[in-house]
């Protein structure tokens, strides 16, 4: 009996990497409670870059809304840089989780040091906000691949050398002791990777969809009393 | 003659706030460059929330857009917390500054510790945000008072007490000296404050204004090669 | 039926402690998942000074070891400060978490700035030490009633006031939009206190099962590759 | 008809590197303001160790004092590191700014990350000490090349190629997207090094200047309240 | 016998004052070793603003150069905010060390957390340059009495309950566990206020005497690899 | 005669270090003061890993007990990363110094940037640890060599080789301007590698016997305001 649903958006419009990832999280949850796969209805196909980190926001946002219309429980946002997610915990009754943020805190707990493959390179700031915004960047680097997001829409496995390559150069150089995957279109590339490096690789989704699970079993949700109280 | 255009984009629906904001700006601009008012046509009346600011976002970049294809040499986003202005700055050919960014470099120049004041409360870290971007958490504060920005959308002349008394509580407690005003739509109290406070008092649309028409004299405009590539 | 247990582990002697903290969380965990309380054998009676820090931090080894020989999947240490938990890391082949850093990251998720209220005042350091190691000094203010662990432990409701008082004065002076519970013995005012001050209260025992056993769900464990690798 | 004058000021006795960085910077400055160049009548020839440093900013104090009886409007210190500007600001009555600190926030209003190219390598602490007091450190890297000052005060086109290396390790390996030419002796390489690198080259005199001139424009000036209040 | 001589150089012309703040550290320096006390013999009878900073960067130079002509061993600047101490490392061929930095470092081993109580108020940015350059801002807090340092030059003791009450508000206020003097006019307070307050108060130039006395018995001297590499 | 006496505790059980590293800071004390060199009885022969940090503070608070009672004034803690200082500080009456921050704030006063090098390469974050909470992240890079500390307790003269070129990539690519030996066993490499790198070579036992000796000669002992109160 599904007692509590998760929905986990998709900011951008290719259906296929929602689906990728709501499978990839779906081993995670708890017994009774569902993950919800929502994509974007209109704007960018990928979110690269700011302007479509805008659209992505306000794609949330929808999202958002018709969640709370259907009686959703919690949120994942899964694009990596967590677009949106401020707007969507003002407007969300229970918890929202960024698939970015939750990578790097689980990372926390596995690793002294680790660092996120992220792609492609243009998106850098875009991975050093969120840590900075959780101050995690004395543990944690940032490699990219130059590989865009639409290249892996329809599959990463093509790329999976490439990020294993730099997600090696982090482990050599940077010495990070797990990876974190940063663009839900890798989630495919967890088992593999996990394989073949030895070291905790760390898919944000999957992540997100824990931590908002445990949230809502510690019955734990946003803040109303300011930054995130509701729009009047 | 006109040879510069910079446009003011206010990324809510109040044109009222526009218009102040930009005659308050207009004495700074060099002789030849003229500053364009724009008002975003569809969004929020203000924005003072996450999702305010997240439709805030989408607003300015419509207007760069319009802004490019009327040839507008410069952009000036007037909204503390800098909405939208990563993605202002991959759209547009020359050069954008945000306010907040403007204000807090311009106090810089002017005093070692300065702060903001800023308003409502909720919009706390919209202004940290901004100051953490830069760095200069070390040497700004930041407070608020608990005024909403629709309040001070008619005239912010009867919350000059207010605002004064916080800033007395930042040159106090704080060690602030200099005042930096959190909203455009405070720009009209700067010359009774800078009377009032014996402190400089930075406006930071004026200061963006500024900053822009002296990146162009310099000729220098956003770095395309990667952070702010357009987006394909 | 049980298919998953993780050893709750109170570094100090007082058995009470263990119960109060086990129960408080056990409605956090999964169907199949069991906490099992552990309790040192020997070493101080609380953990508030440093050398109760030392001692207790081999009582943490002591327990793990045992929980390792039991075959446990997962480890939560219930001491604030987090004491042994680096030296559990490696010793454990699951994963392994601290209640102060679980219940950073889990306030984190909710508020865009928080406070610890912790006891007594001579343990703020150790507060700040996981607050700094994981980054979130920006975000995170801590406050401390001086009231001993002892005090609490036999029930921690007369302190309700005290901890409230204190709670207050982070929400109005520090910004604070969710109140962290700075110590294993003030699990039981978790519920009065959510109640009393409208913003959300974490327990840092139950955040941290949550978050053990969503790292089990995603087969996910400490890293080997170098800070925790086993010692030889 | 000049209204506004802006000094420029050189710490050091070199005064071909005055005029070189006073005509670069001259396209910058609006009709009816004028720069006035102005070089150290004592003191060390170039500005590069820690006692050219301290003699270089006894120079800055005279020459501003030359400057208020002459007049100035404001003042531009022209030697990166900033050599004596917070002395210069508590004895002008106008602004004051330096070429580093203006260089710094310039490049930070174009690009997310840069890099300053300075020489010679003992002075890399110059540089850090005014990107730290910004707090710009998380945004900016710092290269030098092993070229004296005293080698490019006859010009600096010999080491064009030096720079262009450096500045191409910048954007290759610190993600750097806008460049910083860290000496004043530097400004005739801005052009040739823009057409070359691709990404926008600051030159400092050049901003610091517009700085100034845009403080003016706002009728700004340095706080007196305490830091640089007049010495007494 | 004196095999060691480390020279007290006071930046100001008060002689009082260096007799005073050598007499107060006589009694840190090992048998055979000698402080030579040393006065500027021009420049500003106190430093405060930051133009008697410039300018006592440069006596302190001077002492320096004539400490070399007669063979001293080691330095001290007594000044807090350590004008001059990089250029007399450079200019030095054994160590050097001010009183601010070797204040902070001592206190650092002494207590958790501490604070600087400095005068004037004005003076505040001087104390918190050092404090950030060795990066202690998280552990230091700055409080500052408004008293010019002419008005202790002829003895502190007026002062004492005036700085007794700032060094009060440190401990209960910003949990200062030890305090920090900052000013070397305020030595003699050292042994009354270590009485009444309860907890260690550091004297810069004590401590900064018996550094550079231990760095000479370690045999270690300034690095003239680069930052401090002799002035060509 | 000796009227004091500071007692070099080793927290593992390999007395030949104790010995060695006693011996090469015997220089350092003033005449009067005596080392008193103390190894481990029980616990791990060297401490590397998490689990042995543990037992190793235990071990130094039984040393600590053993020298209260034998009147020992002032004690040293000889192990890098500072393991048991914390409760050393609350157990003595007199000063406490570890080694590894009395060599960070030495060579801080010897160069502006510095390295340690430390071994192996897992316990990185000891380092670092010390290193960030003292606040020199800023100029500080930690290098290891992937050497177990076993591998030195019988001399580190084979591993010269091996330091020296870390070092020397320490000096080459991280600017680095004195290095710290990051392990008590590597004292007697000082001089080699004094001798070969031509930059001071700090050892951490003889700097942190220093710092002691020179905090009794100022009377200055641990605060029991609060963080180091006696345990109850």
Redesign the interface.
């Known amino acids: 009996v599904i007692r509590t649903r998760i929905m986990v958006i998709n900011p951008n419009t290719t259906a296929s990497m929602t689906v990728t990832v709501t499978e990839a999280a779906s081993?995670?949850?708890?017994?009774g409670t569902a993950l919800i796969p929502s994509t974007a209805t209109s704007g960018?196909a990928t979110v690269?870059?700011?302007?479509?980190?805008?659209?992505g926001?306000?794609a949330?946002?929808d999202q958002v809304q018709a969640g709370e219309a259907a009686g959703i429980d919690g949120y994942v946002v899964a694009c990596f840089g967590d677009t949106?997610v401020?707007?969507a915990?003002?407007?969300a009754s229970g918890?929202?989780?960024g698939m970015t943020?939750?990578a790097l805190?689980?990372a926390?707990?596995?690793?002294?040091?680790f660092a996120v493959v992220t792609l492609p390179?243009?998106t850098?700031?875009q991975s050093?906000r969120v840590v900075?915004e959780?101050?995690?960047?004395?543990?944690c680097r940032i490699r990219a691949v130059d590989v865009?997001v639409t290249e892996i829409a329809t599959g990463a496995a093509p790329f999976l050398d490439a990020i294993e390559a730099e997600a090696h150069l982090a482990?050599d150089h940077d010495?990070a002791?797990?990876i974190i995957l940063g663009c839900a279109g890798l989630a495919e590339l967890t088992a593999p990777l996990t394989s073949s490096l030895?070291?905790?690789v760390?898919?944000g989704v999957?992540?997100a969809v824990?931590?908002v699970?445990?949230?809502l079993?510690?019955r734990?949700?946003?803040?109303?009393?300011?930054?995130?109280?509701?729009?009047?």
Chains 1, 2, 3, 4, 5, 6 share one sequence.
């Open positions: 081993t995670v949850v708890r017994p960018p690269e870059s700011n302007l479509e980190e805008a659209l926001a306000v949330v946002a949106g401020a707007a915990r003002e407007m918890p929202v989780v943020e939750a805190v689980t926390a707990m596995l690793a002294r040091y390179s243009r850098r700031h050093e900075r959780l101050g995690l960047d004395h543990r865009g482990i010495h002791e797990a030895g070291v905790p760390v898919e999957a992540a824990a931590m699970d445990g949230l079993a510690q734990l949700s946003t803040s109303r009393l300011s930054t995130y109280a509701p729009a009047e």
